[in-house]
Each structure stands twice: as structure tokens, then as C-alpha cells.
């Protein structure tokens, strides 16, 4: 089955440590994303890619960083920059040219500082 | 700036009754509109979307309606049910395939058997 898998569900780190989210797509989808979701807000964009090692901050991309080495992968580090990294992250994928159905999103990753 | 945005962040609604969502926008560049539907720790998934030139679009219980000149949209479910309860965001674009949804804050609705 075609999909993106986000791992870990579920991430403690504790302050002042690097962390690193996991999102693998098979779905041939050239353009990923890294959205951030927090309590009575709605999903804020952190991080995109259009294509193989290229990349572009999104909105709140201040205390992240990416990389985009293969076309199925889009790992976001979470670095001890970032002042508030408690949240519920998702990654979403979305074919560059039939983007009718909006994005794929994975299950998403609960990432707590501790 | 919230250029989506949901304010209801709740609903309730018996079974069997007609559920409606609704999302205003702010940006009239935006051309492109999706609602999503999330269950707890899980993703969003795709449920329905309509493109500007449309102002209503029907899919088996759901209809979404677009009303530019109001920059609203609202999403109906007829006949609810208890697989409904969810958050459902409402989501727009400057055209379809765009590389930024952007989204709104979410209604959590909930159907009562």
C-alpha cells in the first residue's frame, strides 16, 4: 500500500537536545511537507520541498531544519533552537502535477520535551 | 495573520441531522478549497474540495458551498453520523497542486447516536 510513514509516533527529548522526525513516502510524490500542529491552532507550515535537494522554509521554519537527499525521504530535525517544540508534527506529500486531492498526510509524530 | 478561519471550534449534532462546518478566508487570491477530516493522533485525510469557478460541489453525504463575494465556504454532511465526529479543517490555495495549503484552526464536531 502506497502511503508516508512518519516515525516515531510518539518523541521525548529533553531540553536542549537535537531530534530528528522520520517521514518515507512510496507514493512518487515530488513535493513534501512538514506542517506543525498546536492546540486551538491550525496546521502551520514549517518546512517544503519541491524536488530532490532543494527546499524552502515555510512560515515558522525558525529552530528547524531539513533535507531532501532522496525523493522518498524528508527527515526535520528539531534543534534545541527552537523554543517551544512541543506539538504534534505531520509530514504530507502531494504529486506536482495533480495536486486535485490537496495532500497525503502520515500519522504524525507527538514530539514532548521533557 | 489567520488568512483561514474556522470559528467554531465545536459542534454538536444529533444523528440523522444535517451537520455544517464553516470556514471564512481573507486572502482573494486564494482559488482552491479542501476540507479535511482528522481522527486523534492520526493525519488529516482528504475528504472534498472545489475550485473558484464552482460554488457547490457534491460528494455522496458531503457538499461544500463557496460563496466568493463572502470569502466563505461551509461544508454540509447529511445525514450525520457517529463516524463523523472528528476535526474537520477547511483549507485554501491560490490554484490547485499549489506548494501552500493554507489552513484553518479546525471545528471538532461530534454526532450523538
Known amino acids: 500500500d502506497g502511503g508516508i510513514t512518519q516515525s516515531p509516533k510518539y518523541l521525548f527529548r529533553k531540553e536542549g537536545q537535537n531530534v530528528t522526525l522520520s517521514c518515507e513516502q512510496n507514493?512518487?510524490?515530488?513535493?513534501m511537507y512538514w506542517y506543525r500542529q498546536d492546540p486551538g491552532q491550525g496546521l502551520r507550515l514549517i518546512y517544503y520541498s519541491q524536488i530532490v535537494n532543494d527546499f524552502q522554509k515555510g512560515d515558522i521554519a525558525e529552530g528547524y531544519s531539513v533535507s531532501r537527499e532522496k525523493k522518498e525521504s524528508f527527515p526535520l530535525t528539531v534543534t534545541s533552537a527552537q523554543k517551544n517544540p512541543t506539538a504534534f508534527y505531520l509530514c504530507?506529500?502531494?504529486?506536482?502535477?495533480?495536486?486535485?486531492?490537496?495532500?497525503?498526510f502520515g500519522s504524525g509524530t507527538r514530539l514532548t520535551v521533557v | 495573520d489567520q488568512q483561514v478561519k474556522q470559528n467554531s471550534p465545536s459542534l454538536s449534532v444529533q444523528e440523522g441531522r444535517i451537520s455544517i462546518l464553516n470556514c471564512d478566508y481573507t486572502n482573494s487570491m486564494f482559488d482552491y478549497f479542501l476540507w479535511y477530516k482528522k481522527y486523534p493522533a492520526e493525519g488529516p485525510t482528504f475528504l472534498i474540495s472545489?475550485?473558484?469557478?464552482?460554488d457547490k460541489n457534491e460528494d455522496g453525504r458531503f457538499t461544500v458551498f463557496l460563496n466568493k463575494s463572502a470569502k466563505h465556504l461551509s461544508l454540509h454532511i447529511v445525514p450525520s453520523q457517529p463516524g463523523d465526529s472528528a476535526v474537520y479543517f477547511c483549507?485554501?490555495?491560490?490554484?490547485?497542486?499549489?506548494?501552500?495549503?493554507?489552513f484553518g484552526t479546525g471545528t471538532r464536531l461530534t454526532v450523538i447516536p
Open positions: 483549507a485554501a490555495s491560490e490554484e490547485s497542486g499549489a506548494n501552500n495549503l493554507f
Open positions: 504530507a506529500s502531494n504529486p506536482e502535477d495533480d495536486g486535485d486531492y490537496g495532500y497525503t
Open positions: 472545489i475550485s473558484s469557478i464552482k
Open positions: 507514493l512518487n510524490h515530488d513535493a
